[in-house]
């Protein structure tokens, strides 16, 4: 090889007019990475820069493929809201199962409480049996004579206030606790009064709950209690509203269905000694008459007592003109406790007693 055919290679080697193409050699050479490949200052700082210039293209391309189109941005959302939607139903489902095992777990409570054996059972029933009779017996109110007149109630009529009356004697405790009164006759004089002072009087129990408590039992019972306004009910517990027919002509006729909670309570002797009844007025004159307002109209002075128990009226109700022209009334509504410090300790009530009280 001539002298010049060397000057031209070595020339060649040396050259730094096309670093890439040496890169590429490099790339493309079957020698390990760390070989030691000849180069000059100025080339290393060339492919630096073309090595910067790559990333800042793929980071940018990195960049906008992350820019999503309207359509994938659709589908993300539907995606994302099917996996919140999917979530929400697995909680509420699981929350389903839970409800479920508690639910099953207060039945078999309630069942063992129901089916405890009872060591002592009056007259031959379970408590929830007496209830029961109670119920039965009282689904129509008692009979009643109109004005004392014994002579007018028919045979069956007696006959059935009879076994009412005998019932009461016979499982309610002499002394037993009805509302802010004692003694059965108290009760009688209720039954008495709700049966005068309504007309189509039912009472329909809904269901019977037992609970054992130490050493007695209690029965709650929850009830409906359907009865027909007519005028004497207006007069004899809701007198304070006679001044407006108007207003009294709306009740007349209208039947209403109260809702009745009653709890009895038994004692060591198998017999009731408490009876607490609620009857839930306000709630079922607002449902009939419609607004809230006549519903307070009819309970503000109404005649009746604590556990919802039925006055008397000691004395006739003023008129309404009075009151408005700024005239100092007594209050118009005075209470009186039947029969409050009667003696139980005497002869029972009898059926003839009870309708002579009409």
């Given at each position: 090889?001539?002298?010049?055919?060397?000057?031209?290679?070595?020339?060649?080697?040396?050259?730094?007019?096309?670093?890439?193409s040496?890169?590429?050699?490099?790339?493309?050479?079957?020698?390990p990475?760390?070989?030691?490949?000849?180069?000059?200052?100025?080339?290393?700082?060339?492919?630096?820069?073309?090595?910067?210039?790559?990333?800042?293209?793929?980071?940018?391309?990195?960049?906008?493929?992350?820019?999503?189109?309207?359509?994938?941005?659709?589908?993300?959302?539907r995606?994302?809201?099917?996996?919140y939607?999917?979530?929400?139903?697995?909680?509420?489902?699981?929350?389903k199962?839970?409800v479920?095992?508690?639910?099953?777990?207060?039945?078999?409570r309630n069942?063992?409480a129901?089916?405890?054996?009872?060591?002592?059972?009056?007259?031959?029933?379970?408590?929830?049996?007496?209830?029961?009779?109670?119920?039965?017996?009282?689904?129509?109110?008692?009979?009643?004579a109109?004005?004392?007149?014994?002579?007018?109630?028919?045979?069956?009529?007696?006959?059935?206030?009879s076994?009412?009356?005998?019932?009461?004697?016979?499982?309610?405790?002499?002394?037993?606790?009805?509302?802010?009164?004692?003694?059965?006759?108290?009760?009688?004089?209720?039954?008495?009064?709700?049966?005068l002072?309504?007309?189509?009087?039912?009472?329909?129990i809904?269901?019977?709950?037992?609970?054992a408590?130490?050493?007695?039992?209690v029965?709650?019972?929850?009830?409906?209690l359907?009865?027909?306004?007519?005028r004497?009910?207006?007069?004899?517990?809701?007198p304070?509203?006679?001044?407006?027919?108007?207003?009294?002509?709306?009740?007349?006729?209208?039947?209403?269905?109260?809702?009745?909670?009653?709890?009895?309570?038994?004692?060591?002797?198998?017999?009731?000694?408490?009876?607490?009844?609620?009857?839930?007025?306000?709630?079922t004159?607002?449902?009939?008459?419609?607004?809230?307002e006549?519903?307070?109209i009819?309970?503000?002075?109404a005649?009746?007592?604590?556990?919802?128990?039925?006055?008397?009226?000691?004395?006739?109700?003023?008129?309404?003109?009075?009151?408005m022209?700024?005239?100092?009334?007594?209050?118009?509504?005075?209470?009186v406790?039947?029969?409050c410090?009667?003696?139980n300790?005497?002869?029972?009530?009898?059926?003839?007693e009870?309708?002579?009280?009409?």
């Amino acid at each position: 090889m001539s002298t010049n055919d060397r000057r031209m290679d070595i020339m060649t080697l040396c050259s730094t007019e096309e670093p890439v193409s040496l890169d590429y050699h490099v790339a493309d050479s079957p020698l390990p990475r760390d070989a030691s490949i000849r180069r000059t200052g100025s080339s290393r700082k060339q492919n630096l820069d073309a090595v910067a210039n790559i990333s800042t293209v793929k980071f940018s391309l990195q960049k906008r493929s992350r820019r999503l189109s309207n359509s994938e941005r659709g589908k993300l959302y539907r995606w994302r809201r099917k996996n919140y939607v999917q979530t929400l139903e697995e909680q509420v489902e699981q929350l389903k199962q839970e409800v479920d095992q508690l639910y099953l777990s207060s039945s078999s409570r309630n069942q063992r409480a129901v089916a405890w054996s009872l060591p002592r059972q009056p007259m031959g029933s379970s408590f929830a049996s007496v209830v029961n009779e109670y119920f039965s017996l009282f689904r129509y109110g008692v009979p009643v004579a109109e004005q004392n007149d014994i002579k007018a109630v028919p045979q069956d009529q007696l006959l059935l206030l009879s076994r009412q009356v005998g019932f009461l004697n016979g499982l309610m405790h002499p002394d037993v606790v009805f509302g802010d009164s004692h003694g059965v006759h108290e009760l009688l004089d209720q039954w008495r009064k709700y049966s005068l002072y309504h007309a189509g009087l039912i009472y329909e129990i809904k269901s019977l709950q037992i609970m054992a408590t130490d050493p007695n039992f209690v029965v709650v019972a929850p009830a409906t209690l359907y009865v027909r306004f007519t005028r004497r009910t207006v007069e004899k517990i809701f007198p304070h509203v006679l001044w407006n027919e108007a207003f009294v002509q709306r009740l007349i006729g209208k039947e209403f269905a109260y809702p009745v909670r009653n709890t009895f309570y038994f004692g060591d002797d198998n017999k009731i000694h408490r009876y607490d009844t609620y009857v839930d007025f306000v709630a079922t004159f607002m449902s009939v008459l419609g607004n809230i307002e006549d519903s307070m109209i009819m309970m503000e002075n109404a005649l009746i007592r604590q556990e919802s128990m039925i006055g008397d009226l000691l004395e006739e109700p003023h008129s309404f003109k009075a009151e408005m022209q700024g005239v100092e009334l007594a209050p118009l509504v005075q209470m009186v406790d039947t029969d409050c410090h009667r003696s139980n300790k005497g002869p029972k009530l009898t059926p003839i007693e009870l309708l002579l009280h009409s």
